[in-house]
């Protein structure tokens, strides 16, 4: 395990300085490293480190995400309003509309087939999205008209949205009837997230309070672990609490650090959002190596030109639905067009439920993870360059 662990921060490192230097984005580097290293091609991993692969790319997400929470800004947020609502599940819509209209036409899929597809392949990649708009955020790009802001809370919501769908079509596909409380599973599981998490906020800030005023102020760096201890048990409460009532874990934990960020002041929620912006220097390696490693090449040389024909298909789609949620809105044509393409990665929800419909034994299963691993190739380079390169010719430095 320590020679896997090494092989990927140091080639990982590595592989992203490259990637830097030639003016890419770093996580191109680091999903080729897992490509490259993982048990498809070279298989240098060791099996145990791909065995808590999930975990610990949860681990980093969660990371990333407390650094979210306590980077929004509350007040922009609800100044943005309808266009942030819509953005968590109108362009996930209308892209697995766009499954559901052309897959059986080019893949040979029935109907559910291709709705099974599109709820594994609508989800934006809140590990590409997230940290660039926090990096916005704080060069204040785009923040005058809320645009990261707006773009940060709808990517988080739009997993919970499209994970809750995937179960409900998963259902179909292997026979059954997907009752209605799965959908009404939707706006529960993000309503009781955001109300246990700002609750877990809350208590946090009086321990953090009390400990203040005890005379023995916690450092930190203990507060930091404090909070990621907390995330983990609302992560896991997600889980306890599956079979009773559906909660979002991802959205309690961002709904956690923006109380926190709410209720402390402006220079304690800053030192809190540095270190995790440290920890992320390592998170985001290990995240990404590891979404690499799960990608199966092989499948990918096997999904054909009729994949990326409706990979194109579907975002164009997606598009639409972005544009729908900019409708009667003050945002320019530019700004318009930097959301879309701020909307196109995808990489961490398609590696983490990709080969779940192979798994169940589906016809279909081979197909959705060609096009899964496909997706992730060709949509996370392309939408990390693109909101990389384009967020200084569309939006303005307030």
Same mark, same amino acid.
């Given at each position: 395990?320590?020679?896997? =662990?090494?092989?990927?921060?140091?080639?990982?490192?590595?592989?992203?300085?490259?990637?830097?230097?030639?003016?890419?984005?770093?996580?191109?580097?680091?999903?080729?490293?897992?490509?490259?290293?993982?048990?498809?091609?070279? *298989?240098?991993?060791?099996?145990?480190?791909?065995?808590? !692969?999930?975990?610990?790319?949860?681990?980093?997400?969660?990371?990333?995400?407390?650094?979210?929470?306590?980077?929004?800004?509350?007040?922009?947020?609800?100044?943005?309003?309808?266009?942030?609502?819509?953005?968590?599940?109108?362009?996930?819509?209308?892209?697995?509309?766009?499954?559901?209209?052309?897959?059986?036409? %080019?893949?040979?899929?029935?109907?559910?087939?291709?709705?099974?597809?599109?709820?594994? %392949?609508?989800?934006? !990649?809140?590990?590409?999205?997230?940290?660039?708009?926090?990096?916005?955020?704080?060069?204040?790009?785009?923040?005058?008209?809320?645009?990261?802001?707006?773009?940060?809370?709808?990517?988080?919501? *739009? *997993?919970?949205?499209?994970?809750?769908?995937?179960?409900?079509? %998963?259902?179909?596909?292997?026979?059954?009837?997907?009752?209605?409380?799965?959908?009404?599973?939707?706006?529960?599981?993000?309503?009781?997230?955001?109300?246990?998490?700002?609750?877990?906020?809350?208590?946090?800030?009086?321990?953090?309070?009390?400990?203040?005023?005890?005379?023995?102020?916690?450092?930190?760096?203990?507060?930091?672990?404090?909070?990621? &201890?907390?995330?983990?048990?609302?992560?896991?409460?997600?889980?306890?609490?599956?079979?009773?009532?559906?909660? !979002?874990?991802?959205?309690?934990?961002?709904?956690?650090?923006?109380?926190?960020?709410?209720?402390?002041?402006?220079?304690?929620?800053?030192?809190?959002?540095?270190?995790?912006?440290?920890?992320?220097?390592?998170?985001?390696?290990?995240?990404?190596?590891?979404?690499?490693?799960?990608? *199966?090449?092989?499948?990918?040389? &096997?999904?054909?030109?009729?994949?990326?024909?409706?990979?194109?298909?579907?975002?164009?789609?997606?598009?639409?639905?972005?544009?729908?949620?900019?409708?009667?809105?003050?945002? !320019?044509?530019?700004?318009?067009?930097?959301?879309?393409?701020?909307?196109?990665?995808?990489?961490?929800?398609?590696?983490?439920?990709?080969?779940?419909?192979?798994?169940?034994?589906?016809?279909?299963?081979?197909?959705? %993870?060609?096009?899964?691993? =496909?997706?992730?190739?060709?949509?996370?380079?392309?939408?990390?360059?693109?909101?990389?390169? &384009?967020?200084?010719?569309?939006?303005?430095?307030?």
């Amino acid at each position: 395990m320590l020679l896997s =662990l090494a092989l990927i921060f140091l080639v990982g490192f590595s592989a992203a300085a490259i990637c830097s230097a030639v003016r890419l984005p770093r996580i191109v580097g680091m999903i080729a490293t897992g490509i490259a290293v993982g048990p498809y091609v070279l *298989d240098w991993l060791d099996p145990s480190i791909l065995g808590i !692969s999930s975990q610990l790319r949860q681990i980093a997400l969660i990371i990333i995400l407390i650094r979210a929470g306590l980077t929004l800004n509350l007040a922009d947020l609800k100044k943005v309003g309808r266009p942030a609502v819509m953005m968590s599940f109108v362009p996930a819509c209308m892209e697995i509309l766009g499954y559901f209209c052309f897959a059986p036409l %080019l893949l040979g899929l029935d109907r559910i087939e291709a709705l099974l597809m599109g709820a594994v %392949l609508s989800a934006v !990649s809140p590990a590409v999205v997230v940290p660039r708009m926090i990096r916005m955020i704080e060069d204040k790009r785009g923040t005058e008209k809320s645009i990261p802001q707006m773009i940060l809370a709808g990517a988080s919501c *739009d *997993d919970v949205f499209v994970i809750v769908l995937f179960s409900t079509f %998963l259902t179909m596909a292997q026979g059954g009837s997907a009752p209605l409380l799965q959908l009404v599973n939707i706006p529960v599981s993000i309503a009781l997230g955001v109300v246990i998490g700002a609750a877990a906020g809350f208590l946090l800030y009086l321990f953090f309070e009390f400990t203040r005023k005890r005379s023995f102020k916690l450092n930190g760096s203990v507060k930091v672990i404090i909070m990621l &201890s907390v995330a983990f048990l609302l992560m896991t409460a997600e889980t306890w609490l599956k079979n009773t009532v559906a909660v !979002s874990g991802l959205l309690a934990v961002v709904a956690m650090a923006c109380l926190i960020k709410l209720r402390s002041e402006a220079a304690e929620s800053k030192n809190l959002s540095g270190t995790f912006g440290k920890l992320w220097i390592a998170a985001e390696v290990v995240l990404f190596v590891l979404v690499g490693a799960a990608v *199966d090449i092989r499948y990918t040389l &096997s999904a054909g030109a009729m994949a990326v024909a409706m990979i194109f298909i579907a975002l164009a789609f997606r598009t639409v639905g972005v544009l729908m949620c900019m409708v009667k809105t003050p945002l !320019s044509a530019k700004e318009r067009l930097f959301c879309v393409i701020a909307y196109l990665p995808k990489a961490t929800v398609q590696a983490s439920i990709g080969a779940v419909p192979l798994s169940m034994g589906l016809p279909c299963g081979n197909m959705i %993870l060609s096009v899964a691993v =496909l997706a992730i190739l060709i949509t996370a380079p392309m939408g990390a360059i693109g909101i990389d390169v &384009s967020q200084k010719r569309l939006l303005q430095q307030n």
